[in-house]
């Protein structure tokens, strides 16, 4: 079986460091419950497409970053971005075997989750909701994931040239 090339590590950083800036870009106040977790999206993508290179570390960093950038209590962020990782490396043999609208749907479950727990870990700090708006971005996240993970993989395929 023919071994795929890996992607440089630079090229994985460039894109997280993207989706970071993506995902910290302002927004109008009524559009903020559309924003899809661009950050999210990337590390699954990295994870799936790459789980030797990309795991838990790269979630927590961004994780630590994004906290920074936002000013959310230190490790809000890198809990969930760790657990998405760490979640990601659990599922990613099926994940790979799955149609693109399957994978959709799993993004759907993930990030859903990773938003539960923001939601939990925003309640213990004070910041409580009880409506279930939190999870529109995860269904605009699953709806971006058959046109990003496309776009991705044509990008690899055209840098393993």
Same mark, same amino acid.
């Given at each position: 079986?023919?071994?795929?090339?890996?992607?440089?590590?630079?090229?994985?950083?460039?894109? #997280? *460091?993207?989706? /970071? !800036?993506?995902? @910290?870009?302002?927004?109008?106040?009524?559009?903020?419950?559309?924003?899809?977790?661009? &950050?999210?999206?990337?590390?699954?993508?990295?994870?799936?497409?790459?789980?030797?290179?990309?795991?838990?570390?790269?979630?927590?960093?961004?994780?630590?970053?994004?906290?920074?950038?936002?000013?959310?209590?230190?490790?809000?962020?890198?809990?969930?971005?760790? #657990? *998405?990782?760490? /979640? !990601?490396?659990? @599922?990613?043999?099926?994940?790979?075997?799955?149609?693109?609208?399957?994978?959709?749907? &799993?993004?759907?479950?993930?990030?859903?989750?990773?938003?539960?727990?923001?939601?939990?870990?925003?309640?213990?700090?004070?910041?409580?909701?009880?409506?279930?708006?939190?999870?529109?971005?995860?269904?605009?996240?699953?709806?971006?994931?058959?046109?990003?993970?496309?776009?991705?993989?044509?990008?690899?395929?055209?840098?393993?040239?």
């Amino acid at each position: 079986m023919p071994r795929v090339p890996v992607t440089p590590l630079v090229v994985v950083w460039l894109t #997280l *460091l993207m989706a /970071l !800036c993506l995902q @910290v870009m302002p927004l109008g106040d009524e559009w903020q419950v559309f924003r899809p977790e661009w &950050l999210g999206l990337m590390m699954i993508y990295w994870c799936m497409r790459e789980p030797d290179q990309v795991g838990v570390f790269h979630g927590f960093v961004l994780g630590i970053l994004l906290d920074l950038i936002e000013g959310t209590p230190l490790g809000h962020h890198a809990i969930m971005f760790s #657990l *998405l990782a760490f /979640l !990601c490396a659990l @599922v990613y043999a099926r994940f790979r075997a799955y149609s693109l609208l399957q994978q959709a749907l &799993l993004v759907l479950v993930l990030l859903g989750l990773v938003q539960l727990v923001d939601q939990w870990l925003r309640s213990l700090v004070g910041d409580f909701s009880i409506h279930l708006a939190f999870l529109t971005s995860s269904v605009v996240s699953a709806a971006l994931w058959p046109w990003l993970a496309t776009m991705f993989s044509a990008l690899q395929r055209r840098l393993a040239r």
